[in-house]
T-cell receptor, first 113, second 116 residues
Framework: DTEVTQTPKHLVMGMTNKKSLKCEQHMGHRAMYWYKQKAKKPPELMFVYSYEKLSINESVPSRFSPECPNSSLLNLHLHALQPEDSALYLC????????????FGDGTRLSIL | AQTVTQSQPEMSVQEAETVTLSCTYDTSESDYYLFWYKQPPSRQMILVIRQEAYKQQNATENRFSVNFQKAAKSFSLKISDSQLGDAAMYFCAFCITQGGSEKLVFGKGTKLTVNP
């Protein structure tokens, strides 16, 4: 069973749509992450939240807007995306220390028409 | 710069045989952590094994073990008695601290095929 739950599993949207990706964990982890992964490539870090505050933004375009409503939830709001934004979006959580591994969700497969 | 290099884009192994996936990294830090993650076609990234740099002893997890050579900055993964379920992309990763948070730097991955 996946301890990090992502919804939806698949999303198709037009370039003018607004949608949100959701991520939830109940392991008491204090750090949560968004990654973008293209086919046959490693995950690329987008954002890190630590104790519900944004701590890392890897120069992600503003059409991606993260939100951390509480320690268990992480959202990624999408608006005016481009076709090149089509990818697998992975959420992860951890205890935010270097020994503890990140736990990943199954991802949301996003397609931009 | 903190980098991770996986020089084998693809590897294959016969079921029940042993295979070794290579990984080298570059860092100026003295205390750090290394991980191997597995990503099967089902998409979920799963932790395989982790190693603390200050520990001399190589980590082992059942059929998975590492050969950690700190001076050479090498962190290879050995899979013994390979099973069909081991087929996946394997990513070597290095954990660094940035902005007060921990961040994984991934290698490009090695696609492992297990032949019956």
């Amino acid at each position: 069973d996946t301890e990090v739950t992502q919804t939806p599993k698949h999303l198709v949207m037009g370039m003018t749509n607004k949608k949100s990706l959701k991520c939830e964990q109940h392991m008491g982890h204090r750090a949560m992450y968004w990654y973008k992964q293209k086919a046959k490539k490693p995950p690329e870090l987008m954002f890190v939240y630590s104790y519900e505050k944004l701590s890392i933004n890897e120069s992600v375009p503003s059409r991606f807007s993260p939100e951390c409503p509480n320690s268990s939830l992480l959202n990624l709001h999408l608006h005016a995306l481009q076709p090149e934004d089509s990818a697998l979006y992975l959420c992860a959580s951890s205890q935010d220390n270097r020994l503890q591994p990140q736990h990943f969700g199954d991802g949301t497969r996003l397609s931009i028409l | 710069a903190q980098t991770v290099t996986q020089s084998q884009p693809e590897m294959s192994v016969q079921e029940a045989e042993t295979v070794t996936l290579s990984c080298t990294y570059d860092t100026s830090e003295s205390d750090y952590y290394l991980f191997w993650y597995k990503q099967p076609p089902s998409r979920q990234m799963i932790l395989v094994i982790r190693q603390e740099a200050y520990k001399q002893q190589n980590a082992t997890e059942n059929r998975f073990s590492v050969n950690f050579q700190k001076a050479a900055k090498s962190f290879s993964l050995k899979i013994s008695d390979s099973q069909l379920g081991d087929a996946a992309m394997y990513f070597c990763a290095f954990c660094i601290t940035q902005g007060g948070s921990e961040k994984l730097v991934f290698g490009k991955g090695t696609k492992l095929t297990v032949n019956p």
